[in-house]
């Protein structure tokens, strides 16, 4: 076999692999595999999820509450800290306690500790006060949830009147949701359209709690 045949193969496998996943994920959403961490912070990630870029445009100020909805390793949680200064607070949410642990140790090598709180917990009924929480952001989360509406509407109760819900979705993930699917989810739940920033490759979403 020659080396075009062996090229156009491999293309082939690969492309095979990740239609499947796809698939997969559709018809079953689950969380981010445990086992792959390691590639969230993975340098060709971060080219397109620089954690400053990223939470640039959903305003977050120092004093804010910040929900950080699958949190995952910690990659935006030690920004998001740093972003709410000495007298605010992030409550980093995720249901894999590996998850959790690794974003502990992120915040503790960056000296956050003070500013964060860890819950090992699933969306649908998060530890928190209702109308307690000015700032929510799901990044490459909402879209490994069987049941995105009843994430967003627990989300929806501990936000403030007027509080912020950012979406953010990237192509590269296998549970990458359309911007008009993530819209629908959104207005059917009660938000209002906020703005909208990124490509189709990585997107955010940005919508406003009125309730």
């Known amino acids: 076999m020659g080396l075009g045949n062996l090229l156009i193969r491999s293309i082939g496998v690969t492309v095979g692999a990740q239609i499947g996943s796809r698939i997969a994920h559709r018809i079953r959403p689950r969380p981010y595999p445990a086992p792959l961490r390691e590639l969230l912070d993975h340098p060709v990630r971060m080219r397109y999820r620089d954690p400053v870029?990223?939470?640039?445009p959903f305003g977050i100020g120092p004093g804010d509450s910040v929900l950080d909805l699958g949190c995952g390793t910690g990659t935006f949680t030690v920004e998001m800290a740093r972003q709410v200064g000495s007298s605010g607070r992030v409550h980093?949410?995720?249901?894999?306690?590996?998850?959790?642990?690794?974003?502990?140790?992120?915040?503790?090598?960056?000296?956050?500790?003070?500013?964060?709180?860890?819950?090992h917990c699933g969306a649908y009924s998060l530890p928190l006060e209702s109308d307690s929480v000015d700032v929510a952001i799901a990044i490459a989360s909402l879209s490994e949830m069987p049941q995105p509406l009843f994430a967003l509407e627990e989300v929806r109760r501990v936000l403030k009147p007027g509080g912020r819900l950012a979406v953010s979705e990237e192509?590269?993930?296998?549970?990458?949701?359309?911007?008009?699917?993530?819209?629908?989810?959104?207005?059917?739940v009660g938000f209002r359209y906020g703005g909208l920033r990124g490509t189709p490759f990585c997107y955010s979403l940005i919508y406003f709690n009125d309730s």
């Open 92 to 119: 980093a949410v995720d249901i894999q306690a590996s998850m959790i642990e690794a974003a502990r140790g992120k915040v503790e090598s960056g000296g956050f500790v003070s500013r964060v709180s860890f819950h």
């Open 171 to 188: 192509m590269p993930h296998a549970g990458y949701a359309l911007q008009r699917t993530v819209r629908q989810w959104l207005q059917e």
């Open 53 to 56: 870029t990223t939470l640039g």
